[in-house]
């Protein structure tokens, strides 16, 4: 079966960064758009950014362009989400999934055109 484990969560101060990882295993990790989503306590899923197949293709929320990055390496069959300058607003739950169909692009940023989950990383930003 297709797992998705994301890592790399944990208390983080405001100003500060931090990196999250995202392993996959039992997927074509390499035929596949990801995407990174985070949930907010009291809020709905909403978009992060995402990367394409190949990896040259990425997309970003505005909230989080110039400060987040994401990346992949296909080979470690890894998804990864950069994180700098956190603030308090960007606390949640941070969640990696892959695309329902093989070789999208643009890849989508709507949650349910997403088919794996991971279960998430909480990432709590303190002032």
């Known amino acids: 079966q297709v797992q998705l484990v994301e890592s790399g969560g944990g208390v983080v101060q405001a100003g500060d960064s931090l990196s999250l990882s995202c392993a996959a295993s039992g997927l074509a990790f390499e035929m596949y758009g990801m995407g990174w989503f985070r949930q907010a306590p009291g809020k709905e899923r909403e978009f992060v950014a995402a990367?394409?197949?190949?990896?040259?293709?990425?997309y970003y929320a505005d909230s989080v362009q110039g400060r987040f990055t994401i990346s992949r390496d296909n080979a470690k069959k890894t998804l990864y989400l950069q994180m700098n300058s956190l603030t308090p607003e960007a606390t949640a739950v941070y969640y990696c999934?892959?695309?329902?169909?093989?070789?999208?692009?643009?890849?989508?940023?709507?949650?349910?055109?997403?088919?794996?989950w991971g279960p998430g990383a909480p990432v709590p930003v303190s002032s």
């Open positions: 990367i394409s197949w190949t990896g040259r293709r990425t």
């Open positions: 999934a892959s695309d329902f169909r093989a070789f999208r692009v643009p890849v989508p940023q709507e949650p349910h055109e997403y088919r794996n």
